[in-house]
């Protein structure tokens, strides 16, 4: 299974980017997938996580009302549309998946079986 994440750049704060993970080698019919994402120096957070079927999303609280998680139409694609960015939002960004997701998984806390190689996002002041 290999996760490639994608979008990560250079951006002033207020500005915009969008993240891509495309994940392949088997299907995630039944799973979720999830963004991370670790400031230096800072230990690795929870972002944003989606359902496979697409019903259910979640944020943490920093990036709410800013972030938004979505599947894109080709199959095993996540999206993270990032607006309004800021300085605090700099940090490596990771994409990861579950294998499988179980009802009643708290979706920023349980371990992710795949992960992906990360993509640079540096907001400016």
């Known amino acids: 299974v290999q996760l490639q994440a994608s979008g990560g750049g250079l951006v002033q704060a207020g500005g915009s980017l969008r993240l891509s993970c495309a994940a392949s080698g088997r299907t995630f019919s039944n799973s979720a997938m999830a963004w991370f994402r670790q400031a230096p120096g800072k230990e690795r957070e929870f972002v944003a996580a989606?359902?496979?079927?697409?019903?259910?999303?979640y944020l943490a609280d920093s990036v709410k009302g800013r972030f938004t998680i979505s599947r894109g139409n080709a199959k095993n694609t996540v999206y993270l549309q990032m607006n309004s960015l800021k300085p605090e939002d700099t940090a490596v960004y990771y994409c990861?998946?579950?294998?499988?997701?179980?009802?009643?998984?708290?979706?920023?806390?349980?371990?992710?079986?795949?992960w992906g190689q990360g993509t640079l996002v540096t907001v400016s002041s």
């Open positions: 990861a998946a579950k294998a499988t997701y179980y009802t009643g998984q708290a979706m920023d806390t349980s371990p992710y079986d795949y």
């Open positions: 989606i359902r496979w079927s697409g019903v259910s999303t």
